[in-house]
Structure formats: structure tokens, C-alpha cells
């Protein structure tokens, strides 16, 4: 598989400090077949969790790693846990993990890719902000592909992937403002709204050399431009009768 996405739920209160990624990839069937612990895994990557202790342990953190990685086998060595009073065994918990990717063809002399039928990253827990401007970017990219011009496709993919991940900032933040209203720590709280609002700034900036085809209003809301309302104005600007 070419990997490209894993989506990483962590426990609230047994949090490892650091978790490390190794993949196995071979197009040899018959390598395959070995004992695992006979492969040899590369390293190519590694996430660092937060102890979680500003939240009062009471949000999951949710990673979204974005990255290509061909893998036939992945493995993730999982690290001493964040000491807190509520883990008195020092156990590590992962409530969930997700696999986007590209499966390839068993015969990957010519890496024919089959596209993996798994549900899009969910960003309906998004800002208005974060999901107006994905959504510009993806109607922009099919305009793009449309038209054959790849290497703005790619530009606007990966600028979506950048938004993706300010959006999770965003959303660890307002986790983290609610806390602190709950604990009546203002100050924090002040202090955490303005660093939101500093990133939406970074979104609302992404993409902006590449909208050629979509405005937006006041509310940052996406207007398709109606090309025949255009026409018809050029043509009265012209003196023409419609």
C-alpha cells in the first residue's frame, strides 16, 4: 500500500510520550512470507503526544499524519507513558487508528495503483473558516485536473493538506478555551482565542495565488462567480440589447 494518511486517537489519561513509525515494503510475494521479526523495518517518522495535563485530561488528542509511504507491513513502537494521578499502572491506551492510502497491485513491477475505497477525513468538527476554504481549494482542483494543469493540482493538494492541519490546532485550542472558561482561567483563555484567530489569519491566506474562480462574501462564505450574469453584463456595459 502507499500510505498517506494515519489518523491517531489517543486515550485521555494513558498517553504515550512518543510513538515511532516503521514500515516493510517488498514487491517480493515470497519475502512476504517471512517471519516478521525477521523483516527489516525502516524508521520514517515518529509523533510526540501531548501529556494532556491542560485540559484536565478530559480531551482525547486526535494526530493526523500526512506523508507518502509505500508499506507492506507497518509497526509502531509505543514509548513510556505521561505520568499523571490517573494512570497508576503507567499504561498506554490508543482508542483508535484509521489508514488512508493507495492499495498497489500485487504484480508491482509497474506499481499500477488501485484506489482504496475508504471514507474521506472528516472535517465536519472544522471552523466555518478552515471548512469554506477547503472547500474552495477542492472545487478549485477539480477545475485544475479538469484542465489537465497537474502541476496546480498538486500545489492545491498539498495546500489542503497544510489547512487540515491548522484545523487540528484550531481544534485542540477551542478544547482547551472551553477548559479553561470551565476553571474561570480568563487570562489563559484570552490568550488561547487570540491564537486561534492567528490561525485562521494562516488559513484564510492559503490558497489565495490560486483563486482565480471563487470570491467570497463578508462572512467568508464562498460565492461561485455566475459567468452568464458576466456575459450579460459586459454585453449591456457594450450598449447591446439582451
Known amino acids: 500500500m502507499n500510505l498517506k494518511q494515519i489518523n491517531l486517537l489517543s486515550h485521555e489519561k494513558k498517553i504515550s510520550s512518543l510513538i515511532d513509525f516503521h514500515s516493510f515494503y517488498s514487491s517480493n510475494s515470497l519475502e512476504l512470507l517471512k517471519d516478521v521479526e525477521n523483516l527489516k523495518f525502516d524508521h520514517f517518522g515518529y509523533i510526540r503526544l501531548d501529556p494532556n495535563n491542560k485540559t484536565l485530561f478530559k480531551c482525547r488528542e486526535l494526530r493526523k499524519i500526512y506523508f507518502e509511504q509505500y508499506s507492506s507491513y507497518l509497526k509502531l513502537i509505543i514509548h513510556k507513558n505521561h505520568y499523571n494521578k490517573y494512570n497508576t499502572y503507567n499504561q498506554v491506551g490508543i482508542i483508535s487508528i484509521e489508514f488512508f492510502g493507495e492499495i498497489m497491485d500485487k504484480n508491482v513491477i509497474n506499481y499500477t495503483e488501485i484506489q482504496l475505497k475508504a471514507k474521506e477525513p472528516d472535517d465536519e468538527r472544522y471552523d466555518e473558516v478552515a471548512k469554506d476554504r477547503i472547500r474552495m481549494l477542492k472545487k ?32 485542540s485550542l477551542e478544547c482547551n478555551k472551553k477548559v479553561s472558561v470551565i476553571n474561570q482561567d480568563y487570562d489563559s483563555a484570552k490568550q488561547i482565542k487570540q491564537d486561534i484567530e492567528k ?17 467570497f462574501n463578508e462572512e467568508n462564505k464562498i460565492m461561485d462567480f455566475d459567468e452568464s450574469k458576466i456575459i450579460k453584463e459586459k454585453q449591456r456595459q457594450d450598449g447591446l440589447d439582451l
Open 140 to 171: 478549485q482542483m477539480e477545475i485544475s485536473i479538469k484542465r489537465e494543469d497537474f502541476d496546480e493540482s498538486k500545489e492545491i493538494k498539498n495546500k489542503i493538506v497544510m489547512i487540515h492541519g491548522l484545523a487540528e490546532k484550531i481544534y
Open 199 to 215: 490561525l485562521k489569519q494562516l488559513i484564510l491566506g492559503i490558497g489565495q495565488d490560486i483563486n482565480k474562480d471563487y470570491s
